[in-house]
């Protein structure tokens, strides 16, 4: 079984085709602001001017293939979350598709994406999922038929949190890499505010202390340095404490942030000490992209599971605890 998955909730406008075992086709086509954060219209725009000469690659590279059109069994999309104006442009094309082949649509949860994709390529079976993305920051495990949150930021996402502190230093979006970079020559460590509470986190107060102490004078490095060491540890520590909880011993990673190395090395270091697993998907699947649409749209279908056009509309607000699991 093929499925052919449109992922654009946000700046990542890729298309993935999947069957059962791998990933066949994974184009992309990203949104990269000119200046400043990503605008939702201008975002929109530039997925719609893009979206068909996209699949037209896409097509092509499966006709390298020895795959046609008609090949493939199910038409998948990001329902949401994720901005309006780009969510539409996501879902009509799909629509489209979906008509133009003759073929089911299936509306996918971009968070149960981002955990299906990793459990399928890391061959993880009940993970604490640590999803950390532009967007989102959230603790997940699947209890019984839904997956929950465990924790979860109350203000901003931590990549959104780290883009503005970027920002506010004169970097060029994404700023996630560049932080990661200066953070690495970092020397002294300045204390900035720790927010967990209970099981959730907040960034937006961490981001204005940063800027405070960049604007002071503090060197670039040392600010980097400061606010991912203090970042990094509060999502730690909620991953740490739900593991604990729920009695489980594998962790997860997801999300475009999970590409940090330190973020990385802190969590293996929290899981050696407790005895857990640390998994982490290949780079190309742990952002936003196209094959974790399509496999979880693959998955979806193939337990008979389908989206009519009727039920087609853009679900900017989706939670991944309103999608009931039916599969193991
Ligand atoms: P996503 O929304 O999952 O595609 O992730 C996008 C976010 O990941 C942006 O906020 C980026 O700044 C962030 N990001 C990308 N690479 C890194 C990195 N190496 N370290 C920290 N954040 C990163
Ligand atoms: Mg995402």
Redesign the pocket.
Same mark, same amino acid.
């Given at each position: 079984m093929i499925a052919l998955g449109i992922e654009g909730t946000?700046?990542?406008l890729s298309v993935g085709v999947v069957d059962e075992k791998d990933v066949i086709v994974l184009e992309s086509d990203p949104y990269v602001p000119e200046s400043g954060g990503i605008h939702p219209r201008e975002a929109a725009q530039h997925h719609s001017e893009r979206m068909g000469p996209l699949l037209k690659r896409v097509f092509l590279k499966l006709g390298e293939r020895g795959i046609e059109p008609e090949d493939i069994d199910v038409v998948a999309f990001s329902q949401g979350p994720g901005m309006g104006p780009c969510l539409r442009v996501v879902a009509t094309a799909a629509r489209v598709l979906a008509l133009k082949l003759k073929k089911p649509l299936v509306g996918v949860n971009h968070c149960l994406a981002h955990v299906e994709v990793g459990r399928w390529k890391c061959g993880v079976k009940n993970p604490v999922t640590l999803y950390v993305? &532009?967007?989102?920051s959230q603790v997940i495990a699947r209890r019984g038929r839904r997956y929950r949150v465990f924790g979860e930021t109350l203000d901003i %996402?931590v990549?959104?949190a780290? +883009?503005k502190l970027?920002r506010h230093m004169g970097l060029k979006h994404? %700023? &996630?890499?560049r932080?990661?970079r200066l953070a690495r020559e970092g020397k002294r460590y300045y204390e900035l505010p720790y927010v967990v509470k209970g099981m959730d986190f907040s960034f937006s107060g961490l981001v204005t202390a940063a800027k405070k102490l960049y604007d002071s004078g503090v060197r670039k490095e040392d600010v980097a340095f400061s606010f991912q060491e203090t970042a990094f540890a509060m999502l730690t520590e909620v991953t740490e404490r739900a593991l604990a909880y729920l009695g489980l011993d594998e962790v997860l990673i997801a %999300? %475009?942030?999970g590409?940090?190395?330190r973020?990385r090395e802190m969590l293996s270091i929290m899981c050696e000490d407790r005895g857990a697993k640390f998994h982490a998907p290949p780079r190309e699947l742990?952002? +936003?992209n196209g094959a974790m649409i399509a496999y979880t749209g693959l998955l979806m279908y193939r337990h008979g599971i389908g989206t009519t056009l009727e039920e087609s509309f853009v679900r900017p607000d989706f939670r991944i605890e309103e999608v009931e699991v039916v599969w193991d």
């Open positions: 946000a700046w990542s993305s &532009g967007g989102n %996402g990549g959104n780290i +883009d970027a994404p %700023g &996630g890499p932080i990661e %999300g %475009g942030v590409a940090n190395a973020l742990m952002g +936003d």
